[in-house]
Antibody
Framework: EVQLVQSGAEVKKPGESLKISCKGS????????IGWVRQMPGKGLEWMGI????????RYSPSFQGQVTISADKSISTAYLQWSSLKASDTAMYYC????????????WGQGTLVTVSS | QSALTQPASVSGSPGQSITISCTGT?????????VSWYQQHPGKAPKLMIY???NRPSGVSNRFSGSKSGNTASLTISGLQAEDEADYYC???????????FGTGTKVTVL
């Protein structure tokens, strides 16, 4: 069974940097895509971007291009979402989700990482 | 890439059937048979309910069904139960980066 475990909740100040993680287990993740999803308080789901763990393909939503960096360490089946300078508007729940390469649906999800940015 | 359009809320009584629509464009819903539906209970991670328009993952009740016509996909919940009260989101593969787009979300209320 595929499991995605995300890093814990974070409280940061505006301007600080942050890197959160999503570790997969239960399968060989080199054949998986990992997607990152933002959910702002009381709002809907938004795709931020996806990364293929079996190669170098990374795709960003135009809304998040240049605002975050998605990366991965395939050797430890872990994907990352990174900010260089947080804003209060980055306060949200962030989910990672996995899709088997060649499919178009994300059938396993992490538990979410709550990021709070406040001065 | 604009979000797919869903009704903000849909309600029904226990045992009834409800349908949630998801309207996109010829670049996403209309172009690909790659529409998924996710259920999200408050404070929980989303759960895949339907994939590739009408397929159910193992373990998902057969009360959930999906379909598509043109640029609009639909999720039908039959025999509505209290546990179905949740937010539902459609998602489609799209020709625009990052290859996927969500719907605006629909809150389902069981009266």
């Amino acid at each position: 069974e595929v499991q995605l475990v995300q890093s814990g909740a974070e409280v940061k100040k505006p301007g600080e940097s942050l890197k959160i993680s999503c570790k997969g287990s239960g399968y060989s993740f080199t054949s998986f895509w990992i997607g990152w999803v933002r959910q702002m308080p009381g709002k809907g789901l938004e795709w931020m971007g996806i990364i293929y763990l079996g190669g170098s393909d990374t795709r960003y939503s135009p809304s998040f291009q240049g605002q975050v960096t998605i990366s991965a360490d395939k050797s430890i089946s872990t994907a990352y979402l990174q900010w260089s300078s947080l804003k209060a508007s980055d306060t949200a729940m962030y989910y990672c989700a996995s899709a088997v390469h060649g499919t178009t649906y994300f059938d396993d999800w992490g538990q979410g990482t709550l990021v709070t940015v406040s001065s | 890439q604009s979000a797919l359009t869903q009704p903000a809320s849909v309600s029904g009584s226990p045992g009834q059937s409800i349908t949630i629509s998801c309207t996109g464009t010829s670049s996403d819903v209309g172009r690909y048979n790659y529409v998924s539906w996710y259920q999200q209970h408050p404070g929980k991670a989303p759960k895949l309910m339907i994939y590739e328009v009408s397929n159910r993952p193992s373990g998902v009740s057969n009360r959930f069904s999906g379909s598509k016509s043109g640029n609009t996909a639909s999720l039908t919940i039959s025999g509505l139960q209290a546990e179905d009260e949740a937010d539902y989101y459609c998602s489609s593969y799209t020709s625009s980066s990052p290859s996927y787009v969500f719907g605006t979300g629909t809150k389902v209320t069981v009266l």
